[in-house]
């Protein structure tokens, strides 16, 4: 008798491939197939809890519509095609633009879902083969601002502590975070700390699932952030709470802060909080020994986003809040590697690790490093995602999508959708057919983060190993090695790489603040936090604590006003559309919605609509309504609830024919942020909607 065959099983530790907190988890593999997620206990980051998202996360993997062959468009319909033929079309058409139209003439657009390796191959290649700068990812849509505004305040555009740190807390200020949906295991260290006692503030104009742990939960008006937090920093100025001598050592600019505060020593009929509760928070937050503030989209994607992260920074130096344990300015980033993507210069100014491109030393530098000739790297910033967007057929005429769906994320999906069918050429790599793909004309199939090697970096700076546990489907292919196989037809050098690492190894040359994270010491289940130097350095979890990222070293307070949104409610849009994210969903859904359980869970979008409101209108729970606004309609099902306030409406980000086809493109001007949490609709009713 044969002896049964006993299948082979093997646990791969990779991280999530969903938000920010890059928790570390096991895959299951059994004959060669991902068929679960088990916990990985030594994990400092989430010691060995996942979110529903993170306990879901392999299901999408084997799905039976993955994209597995590359696909051209031919007489308005897609052939399969081999890699060679699909390469060759590709390299010829983006040669031939940019021979033709030069440098200006392309958009690269780089997603924050993948890992560094490829966000740092994808920007290389555009600037190494097009001398473009017109190079940007998806943290422009999310967290553009914190980037632009940390780096103003402190000199460096990151987190500034850990997670975990929260637990040395003695105060946690969440202003426009809404944690426990959006980064379920960050939320838990601040459920962790409330259980020890620190207490907890929550500004939201929404009563979130993150405001029901607060213990003090205050509603403001929508986009007021600075009204308010000027009015804080007017009382603890005026009440002596601020920090006189962290202020004098350690940055500029006080004088220009307390002018303008002064002004706003009672804004309640901006952001509608009365003046003692002002009092209340502004006194809690100056007089905790150690406080830390925690923000995300509600402080960022707006038309004052930027100025809205500096109000933060303000805040922290105004009482000696950073540089230590338990305080600090920490932005909670929702996607796996937006960090990572900012971090490998796959942005319009920067090459990896910030360094500028408008500086002729960096630039000559990168050249040599490069191999390129000297002057050839460009001085000029490039467009920004949604610049592109808007520049699609003067100046752009080709561009290249990687693994983003900007049809349904980015606002005002009628408008993209217009200006994608402009372009003469574009190419979509991604893992699934997506909205985007149709405006496409070479859609390439890469991978799942279960199928390749790399590293993603978290919010906290942590960067955290990705490993291949199964091969991909069909002719896809790991998506590094699509740019090395184009790179190879476009006739580079320096590209011929053999694997993740060989890149990474690349990047640590080339950047000084991670040249000491080789992949041997990213091994540790505590991983490196940059900034990490050299091979000895342990890494800074930790930032600004003798002095400031800033070249003098100084922290600069920024006196700053109030500027209402781009659009605000009128007689004819009457409601302010606020948007956010759901815990069983990621971003546009192409992995979550092909998840059984997240599926069943919401599987369409709804909006939050307040009980007087409903009642006027006369709108039951769960009935369909329309929502309209100057860029286009919806009909989502409505959910009514005193979560939301009257005159507000709440809607998540990922549903296709949501939020997005009536968000606004406003910019803002530091960031180009567009306004994607505010804008102005109106209501009706639909007959027979219930
Ligand atoms: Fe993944 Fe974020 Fe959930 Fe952790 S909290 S399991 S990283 S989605």
Not at 435 to 448: K, Q
Request: glycine fraction near 8%.
């Amino acid at each position: 008798m044969s002896k049964p065959s006993v299948p082979s099983l093997k646990y791969v530790q990779t991280t999530c491939p969903y938000c920010g907190v890059g928790c570390t988890l096991n895959l299951v593999v059994q004959d060669g197939k991902v068929t679960g997620v088990q916990p990985y206990r030594r994990s400092p980051i989430n010691e060995g809890k996942l979110c529903p998202k993170g306990m879901t996360c392999h299901e999408f993997v084997h799905s039976p519509d993955r994209l597995t062959k590359p696909l051209i468009k031919k007489d308005g319909k897609f052939v399969e095609a081999s890699w060679d033929e699909a390469l060759d079309l590709v390299a010829k058409k983006f040669k031939e633009t940019s021979d033709r139209h030069g440098p200006k003439s392309l958009g690269f657009q780089v997603s924050c879902r993948t890992p560094n390796e490829e966000c740092y191959i994808m920007q290389k290649l555009a600037r190494v083969a097009f001398q473009t700068n017109n190079v940007d990812n998806c943290a422009r849509i999310c967290h553009g601002p914190s980037v632009a505004g940390l780096s103003l305040s402190f000199g460096s555009g990151a987190a500034t502590n850990p997670f975990e740190d929260v637990l040395n807390s003695d105060l946690i200020l969440m202003w426009g975070s809404n944690a426990v949906e959006a980064h379920p295991l960050a939320g838990r260290r601040v459920a962790q700390a409330k259980k020890k006692g620190t207490p907890i503030i929550v500004i939201d104009p929404r009563y979130s699932p993150t405001a029901r742990l607060a213990d003090d939960w205050v509603r403001f008006n929508p986009s007021t952030h600075i009204a308010l937090a000027n009015s804080m920093m007017y009382w603890i100025i005026k009440e002596g709470l601020h920090d006189k001598e962290f202020i004098e050592k350690r940055t500029k600019g006080f004088d220009d802060l307390k002018k303008m505060v002064e002004k706003y020593a009672d804004a309640e009929s901006i952001h509608g909080v009365p003046l003692e509760k002002v009092k209340d928070i502004a006194r809690k937050y100056a007089t905790a020994k150690n406080a830390v503030i925690i923000y995300c989209l509600g402080i960022t994607e707006l038309t004052t986003g930027t100025d809205n992260v500096r109000s933060m920074g303000n805040l922290s130096m105004l009482t000696g809040n950073i540089g230590r344990e338990g305080v600090g300015v920490n932005p909670l980033r929702g996607q796996n590697n937006v960090q990572g993507a900012c971090d490998m210069g796959a942005y319009p100014n920067v090459y990896s690790g910030y360094q500028k491109c408008e500086v002729p030393e960096i630039r000559k530098k990168m050249e040599e490093l490069w191999g390129m000739e000297a002057g050839s790297l460009p001085d000029w910033y490039g467009s920004t995602l949604t610049e592109q967007i808007n520049e699609c057929g003067d100046p752009i005429k080709a561009m290249y999508i990687f693994a983003l769906n900007p049809v349904v994320s980015y606002p005002d999906s009628n408008h993209v959708m217009r200006q994608l069918d402009k372009l003469d050429f574009l190419v979509v790599q991604d893992i699934f057919w997506t909205e985007t793909c149709e405006h496409a004309d070479v859609v390439l199939p890469g991978c799942s983060f279960a199928e390749k090697d790399g590293t993603f970096t978290s919010g906290e700076r942590r960067i955290n190993r990705v490993r291949k546990a199964v091969d991909p489907p069909g002719d896809a292919k790991e998506d590094w090695e699509i740019f090395v196989l184009l790179a190879e037809k476009l006739g580079l050098k320096g590209f011929d790489f053999k694997s993740p690492e060989e890149i990474w190894d690349d990047l640590r040359r080339v950047t000084p603040s991670m040249a000491g994270c080789s992949y041997a010491r990213l091994e540790k289940p505590e991983s490196l936090h940059w900034p990490c130097p050299t091979e000895d350095h342990p890494g800074t979890p930790i930032l600004h604590r003798e002095k400031f990222a800033a070249a003098d070293g100084l922290g600069t307070f920024f006196g700053l006003e109030y500027r209402p949104p781009a659009e605000v409610a009128d007689a004819e849009y009457p409601f302010t559309l606020m948007t956010g994210r759901l815990i069983f969903h990621y971003h546009t859904r192409t992995q979550t919605d092909r998840s059984k359980i997240l599926h069943y869970e919401v599987p369409e979008g709804y909006v939050q609509i307040n009980t007087e409101d409903a009642k006027r209108l006369k709108i039951a729970d769960g009935e369909r309504i329309k929502l309209r606004s100057r860029r286009g309609e919806s009909l989502p099902l409505a959910r009514v609830t005193d979560d939301v306030a009257p005159g507000v409406l709440y809607m998540a980000m990922h549903f296709p024919n949501g939020a997005n086809m009536l968000t606004n493109t406003a910019l803002d001007p530091l960031s180009k942020m567009p306004e994607l949490k505010h804008c102005a609709v109106s209501v009706e009713k639909i007959e027979g909607g219930n």
